[in-house]
Protein backbone atom coordinates (compact mmCIF):
# COMPACT_ATOMS: atom_id res chain seq x y z
CA UNK A 1 0.00 0.00 0.00
CA UNK A 2 0.83 4.00 -0.32
CA UNK A 3 2.81 5.09 2.39
CA UNK A 4 1.12 7.53 4.62
CA UNK A 5 4.53 9.45 5.14
CA UNK A 6 4.93 12.14 2.75
CA UNK A 7 8.52 10.86 2.15
CA UNK A 8 10.11 7.68 1.88
CA UNK A 9 13.73 7.23 2.18
CA UNK A 10 14.90 4.58 -0.36
CA UNK A 11 18.03 2.79 -0.25
CA UNK A 12 19.35 2.23 -4.05
CA UNK A 13 20.93 -0.80 -3.83
CA UNK A 14 21.76 -1.24 -8.04
CA UNK A 15 20.98 -4.35 -9.94
CA UNK A 16 24.17 -5.53 -10.47
CA UNK A 17 24.43 -7.81 -13.60
CA UNK A 18 27.18 -9.85 -15.08
CA UNK A 19 27.64 -7.11 -17.35
CA UNK A 20 29.07 -4.59 -14.78
CA UNK A 21 30.71 -6.97 -12.79
CA UNK A 22 32.92 -7.85 -15.88
CA UNK A 23 33.63 -4.44 -16.59
CA UNK A 24 33.96 -2.49 -13.04
CA UNK A 25 34.60 -5.62 -10.14
CA UNK A 26 32.01 -3.79 -8.18
CA UNK A 27 28.44 -2.79 -8.37
CA UNK A 28 27.29 0.84 -9.26
CA UNK A 29 27.19 3.00 -5.79
CA UNK A 30 24.66 2.65 -3.71
CA UNK A 31 22.54 5.63 -3.00
CA UNK A 32 20.39 6.90 -0.37
CA UNK A 33 17.47 9.63 -1.30
CA UNK A 34 14.26 10.55 -0.31
CA UNK A 35 11.00 10.82 -3.14
CA UNK A 36 7.61 12.01 -2.67
CA UNK A 37 4.62 9.38 -2.20
CA UNK A 38 3.44 9.96 -5.77
CA UNK A 39 -0.42 10.91 -6.64
CA UNK A 40 -0.27 10.30 -10.21
CA UNK A 41 2.91 8.65 -12.08
CA UNK A 42 2.61 8.98 -15.63
CA UNK A 43 5.06 7.20 -18.54
CA UNK A 44 4.60 8.93 -22.07
CA UNK A 45 6.26 7.25 -25.28
CA UNK A 46 6.35 8.76 -28.28
CA UNK A 47 6.56 5.94 -30.96
CA UNK A 48 9.74 6.09 -33.13
CA UNK A 49 10.94 9.80 -31.73
CA UNK A 50 14.64 10.00 -32.74
CA UNK A 51 16.56 12.27 -30.30
CA UNK A 52 18.04 14.33 -32.91
CA UNK A 53 14.93 15.17 -34.67
CA UNK A 54 13.42 17.03 -31.07
CA UNK A 55 14.73 20.57 -30.48
CA UNK A 56 15.23 19.77 -26.90
CA UNK A 57 18.64 18.10 -28.07
CA UNK A 58 19.13 20.79 -30.58
CA UNK A 59 17.46 20.32 -33.95
CA UNK A 60 17.30 23.70 -35.64
CA UNK A 61 13.52 23.23 -36.52
CA UNK A 62 11.53 24.05 -33.16
CA UNK A 63 9.83 20.36 -33.80
CA UNK A 64 9.00 20.05 -29.83
CA UNK A 65 8.08 23.56 -27.86
CA UNK A 66 6.38 21.71 -25.61
CA UNK A 67 9.29 19.77 -24.23
CA UNK A 68 11.52 22.38 -24.66
CA UNK A 69 9.61 24.36 -22.52
CA UNK A 70 9.15 21.68 -19.88
CA UNK A 71 12.91 20.68 -20.31
CA UNK A 72 13.54 24.07 -18.17
CA UNK A 73 11.72 22.06 -15.30
CA UNK A 74 13.50 18.96 -15.43
CA UNK A 75 16.06 16.45 -15.95
CA UNK A 76 17.05 15.60 -19.62
CA UNK A 77 18.93 12.73 -20.50
CA UNK A 78 21.52 13.33 -23.44
CA UNK A 79 22.49 10.26 -23.92
CA UNK A 80 19.22 7.51 -23.69
CA UNK A 81 19.33 4.20 -25.75
CA UNK A 82 16.71 2.27 -26.88
CA UNK A 83 17.21 -1.90 -25.86
CA UNK A 84 15.96 -2.75 -29.68
CA UNK A 85 14.38 -0.64 -32.09
CA UNK A 86 11.08 -1.94 -32.32
CA UNK A 87 7.78 -1.39 -30.99
CA UNK A 88 6.95 -4.23 -29.07
CA UNK A 89 10.39 -5.23 -28.15
CA UNK A 90 11.51 -2.15 -26.47
CA UNK A 91 8.09 -1.11 -24.69
CA UNK A 92 8.38 -4.33 -22.61
CA UNK A 93 12.29 -3.69 -22.23
CA UNK A 94 10.71 -0.20 -20.52
CA UNK A 95 8.20 -2.02 -18.85
CA UNK A 96 9.91 -4.89 -17.24
CA UNK A 97 13.94 -3.48 -17.11
CA UNK A 98 15.01 -5.97 -19.43
CA UNK A 99 16.70 -6.42 -22.59
CA UNK A 100 14.59 -8.46 -25.25
CA UNK A 101 17.02 -11.71 -25.29
CA UNK A 102 15.49 -11.89 -21.58
CA UNK A 103 12.09 -10.96 -21.43
CA UNK A 104 11.76 -12.85 -25.01
CA UNK A 105 9.33 -10.33 -26.87
CA UNK A 106 11.61 -10.22 -29.92
CA UNK A 107 8.97 -9.45 -32.55
CA UNK A 108 6.03 -7.31 -32.54
CA UNK A 109 2.98 -9.21 -31.59
CA UNK A 110 4.49 -11.71 -29.31
CA UNK A 111 3.20 -11.43 -25.85
CA UNK A 112 5.00 -9.96 -22.33
CA UNK A 113 4.88 -13.44 -20.13
CA UNK A 114 2.81 -12.56 -17.01
CA UNK A 115 5.24 -14.64 -15.06
CA UNK A 116 7.97 -11.21 -15.58
CA UNK A 117 7.85 -8.47 -13.32
CA UNK A 118 6.63 -5.74 -14.28
CA UNK A 119 6.04 -1.68 -13.51
CA UNK A 120 2.61 -2.35 -13.76
CA UNK A 121 2.66 -5.05 -11.17
CA UNK A 122 4.81 -3.03 -9.19
CA UNK A 123 2.33 -0.20 -9.36
CA UNK A 124 -0.83 -1.78 -8.74
CA UNK A 125 1.13 -4.15 -5.46
CA UNK A 126 1.47 -0.55 -3.78
CA UNK A 127 -1.83 0.05 -3.98
CA UNK A 128 -2.11 2.16 -7.32
CA UNK A 129 -4.99 2.09 -10.03
CA UNK A 130 -2.97 1.39 -13.43
CA UNK A 131 -4.14 2.24 -16.98
CA UNK A 132 -2.55 2.11 -20.31
CA UNK A 133 -3.60 4.61 -23.00
CA UNK A 134 -2.23 3.11 -26.39
CA UNK A 135 -2.18 4.21 -30.01
CA UNK A 136 -2.18 0.99 -32.03
CA UNK A 137 -4.10 -2.17 -31.08
CA UNK A 138 -0.93 -4.77 -31.30
CA UNK A 139 0.96 -3.84 -28.70
CA UNK A 140 -2.47 -5.43 -26.47
CA UNK A 141 0.53 -8.33 -26.12
CA UNK A 142 2.57 -5.94 -23.49
CA UNK A 143 -0.36 -4.23 -21.56
CA UNK A 144 -2.36 -7.64 -19.81
CA UNK A 145 -0.77 -6.28 -16.23
CA UNK A 146 -2.53 -3.19 -16.38
CA UNK A 147 -6.18 -2.55 -14.68
CA UNK A 148 -7.74 -0.94 -17.36
CA UNK A 149 -6.30 -1.04 -20.66
CA UNK A 150 -7.26 0.96 -23.90
CA UNK A 151 -5.99 0.89 -27.61
CA UNK A 152 -6.77 1.01 -30.56
CA UNK A 153 -5.65 2.93 -34.19
CA UNK A 154 -6.03 6.28 -33.36
CA UNK A 155 -4.79 9.95 -33.23
CA UNK A 156 -2.60 11.62 -30.25
CA UNK A 157 -5.27 13.65 -29.30
CA UNK A 158 -7.81 10.88 -29.16
CA UNK A 159 -5.47 8.75 -26.70
CA UNK A 160 -5.04 11.91 -24.95
CA UNK A 161 -8.91 12.35 -24.32
CA UNK A 162 -9.18 8.70 -23.13
CA UNK A 163 -6.53 8.81 -20.99
CA UNK A 164 -7.55 12.10 -19.58
CA UNK A 165 -11.47 10.75 -18.77
CA UNK A 166 -10.33 8.07 -17.24
CA UNK A 167 -7.85 10.22 -15.03
CA UNK A 168 -11.04 12.56 -13.93
CA UNK A 169 -13.41 9.35 -13.49
CA UNK A 170 -11.34 8.56 -10.21
CA UNK A 171 -12.27 8.32 -7.00
CA UNK A 172 -10.83 11.69 -5.85
CA UNK A 173 -7.07 11.12 -4.45
CA UNK A 174 -6.76 8.00 -5.82
CA UNK A 175 -2.81 7.41 -6.68
CA UNK A 176 -2.58 6.00 -10.18
CA UNK A 177 0.25 4.97 -12.89
CA UNK A 178 -0.45 5.49 -16.44
CA UNK A 179 1.08 4.85 -19.51
CA UNK A 180 0.33 6.62 -22.72
CA UNK A 181 1.49 5.59 -25.95
CA UNK A 182 1.47 8.00 -29.19
CA UNK A 183 1.73 6.77 -32.50
CA UNK A 184 1.45 9.48 -34.88
CA UNK A 185 5.19 10.14 -35.66
CA UNK A 186 4.94 6.57 -37.04
CA UNK A 187 4.00 6.42 -40.62
CA UNK A 188 -0.25 6.69 -39.55
CA UNK A 189 -1.92 9.73 -40.63
CA UNK A 190 0.70 10.93 -42.70
CA UNK A 191 -2.28 12.42 -45.60
CA UNK A 192 -4.31 13.83 -43.18
CA UNK A 193 -0.82 15.57 -41.33
CA UNK A 194 -0.19 16.31 -44.78
CA UNK A 195 -2.97 18.49 -45.16
CA UNK A 196 -3.26 19.71 -41.58
CA UNK A 197 0.50 20.54 -40.88
CA UNK A 198 2.39 21.36 -43.93
CA UNK A 199 1.03 25.09 -44.22
CA UNK A 200 2.47 25.60 -41.14
CA UNK A 201 5.77 23.99 -41.31
CA UNK A 202 6.66 26.14 -44.92
CA UNK A 203 5.10 29.07 -43.38
CA UNK A 204 7.13 29.29 -39.72
CA UNK A 205 9.65 26.31 -39.41
CA UNK A 206 12.38 26.53 -41.79
CA UNK A 207 15.26 27.77 -39.81
CA UNK A 208 17.43 28.71 -42.77
CA UNK A 209 16.63 29.16 -46.58
CA UNK A 210 16.02 26.30 -48.80
CA UNK A 211 19.58 25.58 -50.06
CA UNK A 212 21.39 25.86 -46.69
CA UNK A 213 18.50 24.00 -44.97
CA UNK A 214 19.07 20.69 -47.35
CA UNK A 215 23.27 21.20 -46.23
CA UNK A 216 22.32 21.31 -42.19
CA UNK A 217 20.16 17.70 -43.66
CA UNK A 218 22.16 16.25 -45.24
CA UNK A 219 25.28 16.96 -43.05
CA UNK A 220 22.85 15.33 -40.65
CA UNK A 221 21.60 12.56 -42.38
CA UNK A 222 24.76 11.71 -44.73
CA UNK A 223 22.89 12.21 -47.26
CA UNK A 224 24.45 13.47 -51.09
CA UNK A 225 25.83 17.03 -50.90
CA UNK A 226 24.50 18.37 -53.48
CA UNK A 227 23.55 21.79 -55.23
CA UNK A 228 19.76 22.24 -56.43
CA UNK A 229 20.86 23.08 -59.78
CA UNK A 230 23.73 19.91 -59.96
CA UNK A 231 21.73 16.41 -61.13
CA UNK A 232 21.44 14.09 -58.23
CA UNK A 233 22.76 10.77 -57.74
CA UNK A 234 21.22 7.96 -57.18
CA UNK A 235 20.82 7.36 -53.72
CA UNK A 236 19.54 4.09 -52.64
CA UNK A 237 17.74 4.47 -48.94
CA UNK A 238 15.70 1.14 -47.82
CA UNK A 239 15.46 -1.95 -48.01
CA UNK A 240 13.65 -2.42 -50.97
CA UNK A 241 16.57 -1.06 -53.09
CA UNK A 242 14.78 2.45 -53.51
CA UNK A 243 15.99 4.88 -55.15
CA UNK A 244 15.92 8.70 -54.05
CA UNK A 245 16.29 10.69 -57.32
CA UNK A 246 16.31 14.19 -56.02
CA UNK A 247 16.49 16.37 -52.83
CA UNK A 248 13.15 17.66 -52.92
CA UNK A 249 11.71 13.60 -52.15
CA UNK A 250 14.36 13.92 -48.99
CA UNK A 251 12.93 17.78 -47.99
CA UNK A 252 9.67 16.22 -48.26
CA UNK A 253 10.25 13.01 -45.82
CA UNK A 254 11.75 15.35 -43.10
CA UNK A 255 8.92 17.89 -43.36
CA UNK A 256 6.35 15.15 -42.73
CA UNK A 257 8.54 13.74 -40.33
CA UNK A 258 8.86 16.90 -38.22
CA UNK A 259 5.46 17.53 -38.12
CA UNK A 260 4.24 14.43 -36.95
CA UNK A 261 7.01 15.36 -34.26
CA UNK A 262 5.09 18.94 -33.69
CA UNK A 263 1.59 17.16 -33.76
CA UNK A 264 2.58 14.46 -30.86
CA UNK A 265 3.96 17.60 -29.13
CA UNK A 266 1.31 19.53 -29.15
CA UNK A 267 -0.47 15.70 -27.96
CA UNK A 268 2.06 16.11 -24.95
CA UNK A 269 1.33 19.22 -23.62
CA UNK A 270 -2.43 18.75 -23.95
CA UNK A 271 -2.18 15.72 -21.53
CA UNK A 272 0.12 17.58 -19.28
CA UNK A 273 -2.23 20.47 -19.09
CA UNK A 274 -5.74 18.26 -18.57
CA UNK A 275 -3.92 15.72 -16.19
CA UNK A 276 -1.84 18.54 -14.03
CA UNK A 277 -5.59 19.75 -13.40
CA UNK A 278 -6.72 16.27 -11.71
CA UNK A 279 -3.70 16.00 -9.69
CA UNK A 280 -3.15 19.49 -8.91
CA UNK A 281 -0.46 20.32 -6.06
CA UNK A 282 -0.50 16.35 -5.45
CA UNK A 283 3.23 14.89 -5.63
CA UNK A 284 3.13 13.47 -9.16
CA UNK A 285 6.15 12.28 -11.58
CA UNK A 286 6.23 12.44 -15.67
CA UNK A 287 8.64 10.06 -17.29
CA UNK A 288 8.52 11.08 -21.00
CA UNK A 289 10.56 9.09 -23.53
CA UNK A 290 10.24 7.08 -26.99
CA UNK A 291 10.72 3.08 -28.03
CA UNK A 292 13.20 3.94 -30.60
CA UNK A 293 13.93 6.39 -33.55
CA UNK A 294 13.81 5.99 -37.46
CA UNK A 295 16.34 6.24 -39.68
CA UNK A 296 15.75 8.78 -42.49
CA UNK A 297 17.88 8.11 -45.27
CA UNK A 298 20.92 7.83 -43.23
CA UNK A 299 23.38 4.73 -44.13
CA UNK A 300 21.04 4.06 -46.87
CA UNK A 301 17.59 2.80 -44.95
CA UNK A 302 14.51 4.74 -44.67
CA UNK A 303 12.90 2.95 -40.82
CA UNK A 304 13.86 1.56 -38.10
CA UNK A 305 13.48 -2.38 -37.05
CA UNK A 306 16.19 -3.44 -39.79
CA UNK A 307 19.61 -1.41 -38.05
CA UNK A 308 21.07 -0.17 -34.93
CA UNK A 309 22.74 2.91 -35.99
CA UNK A 310 21.94 5.71 -33.51
CA UNK A 311 19.25 7.33 -35.68
CA UNK A 312 16.91 4.17 -34.51
CA UNK A 313 18.49 3.84 -31.37
CA UNK A 314 19.59 7.43 -30.00
CA UNK A 315 16.10 8.79 -27.91
CA UNK A 316 14.73 11.49 -25.87
CA UNK A 317 13.92 10.96 -22.21
CA UNK A 318 12.82 13.48 -19.90
CA UNK A 319 11.46 13.40 -16.08
CA UNK A 320 10.06 16.02 -14.40
CA UNK A 321 8.65 15.79 -10.78
CA UNK A 322 6.34 17.68 -8.98
CA UNK A 323 7.56 19.22 -6.34
CA UNK A 324 10.24 20.85 -8.88
CA UNK A 325 13.59 18.68 -9.46
CA UNK A 326 16.70 20.94 -9.86
CA UNK A 327 16.58 20.98 -13.77
CA UNK A 328 19.86 19.13 -15.37
CA UNK A 329 21.65 17.59 -18.42
CA UNK A 330 23.01 14.12 -17.69
CA UNK A 331 25.13 13.23 -20.40
CA UNK A 332 25.86 9.85 -19.68
CA UNK A 333 24.79 7.10 -20.86
CA UNK A 334 21.38 5.24 -20.46
CA UNK A 335 19.23 2.93 -21.16
CA UNK A 336 15.54 2.28 -21.69
CA UNK A 337 16.45 -0.73 -19.75
CA UNK A 338 16.42 1.51 -16.52
CA UNK A 339 12.95 3.21 -16.87
CA UNK A 340 11.82 0.63 -15.05
CA UNK A 341 13.73 0.88 -11.81
CA UNK A 342 13.44 4.72 -12.01
CA UNK A 343 9.17 4.76 -11.98
CA UNK A 344 8.96 2.49 -8.92
CA UNK A 345 11.80 3.60 -7.00
CA UNK A 346 9.25 5.65 -4.58
CA UNK A 347 7.24 2.53 -3.94
CA UNK A 348 6.12 0.72 -0.74
CA UNK A 349 6.52 -2.14 -0.76
CA UNK A 350 9.40 -2.11 -3.24
CA UNK A 351 9.26 -4.71 -6.32
CA UNK A 352 11.63 -7.50 -6.56
CA UNK A 353 15.12 -6.09 -7.63
CA UNK A 354 15.59 -4.89 -11.22
CA UNK A 355 18.06 -6.32 -13.58
CA UNK A 356 18.78 -2.45 -14.72
CA UNK A 357 19.85 0.75 -13.02
CA UNK A 358 17.64 3.42 -11.71
CA UNK A 359 18.21 6.98 -13.09
CA UNK A 360 17.58 8.59 -10.02
CA UNK A 361 21.51 9.23 -8.70
CA UNK A 362 21.65 11.25 -12.12
CA UNK A 363 18.37 12.61 -11.70
CA UNK A 364 19.38 14.29 -8.47
CA UNK A 365 23.29 15.16 -9.44
CA UNK A 366 24.78 12.65 -7.20
CA UNK A 367 26.60 10.65 -10.08
CA UNK A 368 27.39 11.76 -13.68
CA UNK A 369 26.81 8.54 -15.41
CA UNK A 370 26.79 4.65 -15.42
CA UNK A 371 30.03 2.82 -15.58
CA UNK A 372 28.00 0.05 -17.59
CA UNK A 373 27.59 0.40 -21.44
CA UNK A 374 24.24 0.15 -22.90
CA UNK A 375 23.55 -2.68 -25.13
CA UNK A 376 21.33 -2.84 -28.01
CA UNK A 377 20.14 -5.58 -30.57
CA UNK A 378 18.73 -5.85 -33.95
CA UNK A 379 15.33 -7.31 -34.61
CA UNK A 380 15.79 -10.88 -35.54
CA UNK A 381 13.66 -10.11 -38.82
CA UNK A 382 14.81 -10.82 -42.34
CA UNK A 383 17.76 -12.21 -43.15
CA UNK A 384 20.78 -9.97 -42.73
CA UNK A 385 21.57 -11.86 -39.47
CA UNK A 386 22.27 -10.88 -35.66
CA UNK A 387 23.70 -7.17 -34.79
CA UNK A 388 24.49 -6.37 -31.24
CA UNK A 389 25.94 -2.87 -30.64
CA UNK A 390 27.32 -1.52 -27.73
CA UNK A 391 27.49 1.84 -26.37
CA UNK A 392 30.16 3.50 -24.20
CA UNK A 393 31.51 7.16 -23.46
CA UNK A 394 31.41 8.07 -26.20
CA UNK A 395 32.16 4.83 -28.68
CA UNK A 396 30.32 2.43 -30.02
CA UNK A 397 31.11 -1.48 -31.10
CA UNK A 398 28.47 -3.23 -33.46
CA UNK A 399 28.63 -7.02 -33.31
CA UNK A 400 27.52 -8.15 -36.50
CA UNK A 401 27.15 -11.93 -37.09
CA UNK A 402 27.30 -11.67 -41.23
CA UNK A 403 29.18 -8.54 -41.70
CA UNK A 404 32.13 -7.05 -40.90
CA UNK A 405 31.88 -5.84 -36.91
CA UNK A 406 31.87 -1.49 -36.64
CA UNK A 407 33.69 0.59 -34.46
CA UNK A 408 32.65 4.21 -34.15
CA UNK A 409 33.94 7.41 -31.85
CA UNK A 410 30.53 8.97 -31.49
CA UNK A 411 32.38 12.37 -30.23
CA UNK A 412 33.98 12.95 -33.45
CA UNK A 413 31.41 10.61 -35.83
CA UNK A 414 28.29 10.89 -34.38
CA UNK A 415 26.41 9.91 -37.82
CA UNK A 416 28.62 6.99 -37.66
CA UNK A 417 29.84 7.33 -41.38
CA UNK A 418 33.23 5.95 -40.97
CA UNK A 419 34.23 2.87 -39.01
CA UNK A 420 37.34 2.40 -37.42
CA UNK A 421 37.83 -0.93 -36.58
CA UNK A 422 41.41 -1.26 -37.73
CA UNK A 423 42.56 2.11 -35.94
CA UNK A 424 45.04 0.85 -33.20
CA UNK A 425 43.54 2.96 -30.57
CA UNK A 426 40.24 1.63 -31.14
CA UNK A 427 41.54 -1.84 -29.89
CA UNK A 428 41.12 -1.87 -26.41
CA UNK A 429 37.38 -0.42 -26.69
CA UNK A 430 36.92 -3.23 -29.04
CA UNK A 431 38.32 -5.89 -26.52
CA UNK A 432 36.48 -4.71 -23.45
CA UNK A 433 33.19 -3.85 -25.54
CA UNK A 434 33.51 -7.62 -27.22
CA UNK A 435 34.29 -9.12 -23.36
CA UNK A 436 31.24 -7.18 -22.30
CA UNK A 437 28.77 -8.51 -25.03
CA UNK A 438 29.84 -12.21 -24.30
CA UNK A 439 29.39 -11.64 -20.56
CA UNK A 440 25.58 -10.62 -21.18
CA UNK A 441 23.47 -13.07 -19.51
CA UNK A 442 20.83 -14.64 -22.02
CA UNK A 443 18.88 -16.88 -19.75
CA UNK A 444 17.12 -14.42 -17.20
CA UNK A 445 13.76 -14.07 -18.41
CA UNK A 446 11.07 -15.34 -20.26
CA UNK A 447 9.87 -18.01 -22.51
CA UNK A 448 9.51 -18.28 -26.52
CA UNK A 449 6.36 -16.96 -27.70
CA UNK A 450 5.00 -16.79 -31.77
CA UNK A 451 2.85 -14.75 -32.79
CA UNK A 452 0.62 -17.24 -35.01
CA UNK A 453 -2.53 -17.19 -33.15
CA UNK A 454 -2.68 -13.18 -32.98
CA UNK A 455 -6.29 -12.28 -33.76
CA UNK A 456 -6.77 -11.11 -37.29
CA UNK A 457 -7.57 -7.88 -36.62
CA UNK A 458 -3.57 -7.48 -35.03
CA UNK A 459 -2.15 -9.52 -37.89
CA UNK A 460 -3.58 -7.20 -40.36
CA UNK A 461 -2.50 -4.15 -38.70
CA UNK A 462 1.08 -5.46 -38.12
CA UNK A 463 0.77 -6.48 -41.83
CA UNK A 464 -0.16 -2.43 -42.72
CA UNK A 465 2.85 -1.76 -41.35
CA UNK A 466 4.87 -4.07 -43.22
CA UNK A 467 5.91 -6.17 -39.74
CA UNK A 468 4.67 -9.56 -41.14
CA UNK A 469 4.65 -11.07 -44.17
ZN1 LIG B 1 7.79 1.83 -32.10
Given at each position: MLSNHPLLVLAFLAACSPTEQAQEGSPETATTVELPAYRGVVLVTIDTLRADHVSLHGYLRETTPFLDELAERSVVFENAQASMPFTGPSHSSILTGLHPFQHK??????????????????????????????????????????????????TGRATVKQAVQWAEELEPGTPFFM??????VHEWEV?????????????????????????????????????????????????????ITSREILLETVDLYDARVQYVDASVRLLFNKLGQVIGE????????????????SHNYKGHSGKIFQEQLHVPLLVFQQPALTPRRVSGVVSLVDVAPTLTAGLDPQPPAWESLSL?????????????????????????????????????????????????????DPQELSSNIDAPDAEATRSMLHAQLKALDWSVGGQDTDISDLPEDILQELKALGYVE
Open positions: VMVNGQSLSPKIPNVAMAFRDAGYRTSAFVSTSFLRSVTKSFDEVSLGKRWVHLFNEKLKKERRPELAEGSFPLDPDAWYDYLARHHGWPMVQATDPFPEFSWDSNGRVDPALWLITSDHGEGLGWPLILGEQSGFSRPAFAQRSPVGSAGDVFALIHEGQKYLYRAKHQDAFYDLTT
